[in-house]
T-cell receptor
Framework: AQSVSQHNHHVILSEAASLELGCNYS??????LFWYVQYPGQHLQLLLK??????LVKGIKGFEAEFIKSKFSFNLRKPSVQWSDTAEYFC???????????FGTGTRLQVFP | GAVVSQHPSWVICKSGTSVKIECRSL??????MFWYRQFPKQSLMLMAT?????????EQGVEKDKFLINHASLTLSTLTVTSAHPEDSSFYIC????????????FGPGTRLLVL
């Protein structure tokens, strides 16, 4: 079955700490991968996406993610988090021949000053 | 660019009434729009996919007669919750997708529905 797993449900960090959020997917065939962020009280915003090419993609606000095909993973990273990064982060996968997104359950990130 | 709006942002209604939620793509043509429900502290659950000018495709377990979707133009889709009941209270989110936005879904701000 097609699915997306986000292993970390709740992550608590201090400012300036490094961040890595895990995302693994189960999907047959070529995929497009996304990370979305939902700040408190706001709508989902696209952080970054991978369609093809360089497996290391850079997004907004200093985030990056690496697609490792052999591990079916697309982990999100940021070298130094800020208090303003406190939000819910969702990984999503889309098959090449479909428009539907399959979302992970989300990771709640809390950053303390 | 790639802005999606929803209206209303929140609505409170009595049980048994119908509520219409609008989703608009403001600066691109949305060949496809999606409707999701999001429960507190949970992920998004896809309810249905609507393509402009054709009937919506509902996910398994979603009542098509309860949640009426119309995608009348390339910039507007509506979700009508018919005969709403308290269990329909939720956060409804739409997203829009089109060739000009590089096959990426852009999300609206959501509509919070409370049925009393």
């Amino acid at each position: 079955a097609q699915s997306v797993s986000q292993h970390n449900h709740h992550v608590i960090l201090s400012e300036a700490a490094s961040l890595e959020l895990g995302c693994n997917y189960s999907y047959g065939g070529t995929v497009n991968l996304f990370w979305y962020v939902q700040y408190p009280g706001q709508h989902l915003q696209l952080l970054l996406k991978y369609f093809s090419g360089d497996p290391l993609v850079k997004g907004i606000k200093g985030f990056e993610a690496e697609f490792i095909k052999s591990k079916f993973s697309f982990n999100l990273r940021k070298p130094s988090v800020q208090w303003s990064d406190t939000a819910e982060y969702f990984c999503a996968v889309k098959g090449y021949n479909t428009d539907k997104l399959i979302f992970g359950t989300g990771t709640r990130l809390q950053v303390f000053p | 660019g790639a802005v999606v709006s929803q209206h209303p942002s929140w609505v409170i209604c009595k049980s048994g009434t119908s509520v219409k939620i609008e989703c608009r793509s403001l600066d691109f043509q949305a060949t496809t729009m999606f409707w999701y429900r999001q429960f507190p502290k949970q992920s998004l659950m896809l309810m249905a996919t609507s393509n402009e000018g054709s009937k919506a495709t509902y996910e398994q377990g979603v009542e098509k007669d309860k949640f009426l979707i119309n995608h009348a133009s390339l910039t507007l889709s509506t979700l009508t919750v018919t005969s709403a009941h308290p269990e329909d209270s939720s956060f409804y989110i739409c997203s829009a997708f089109g060739p000009s936005v590089q096959e990426t879904q852009y999300f609206g701000p959501g509509t919070r529905l409370l049925v009393l």
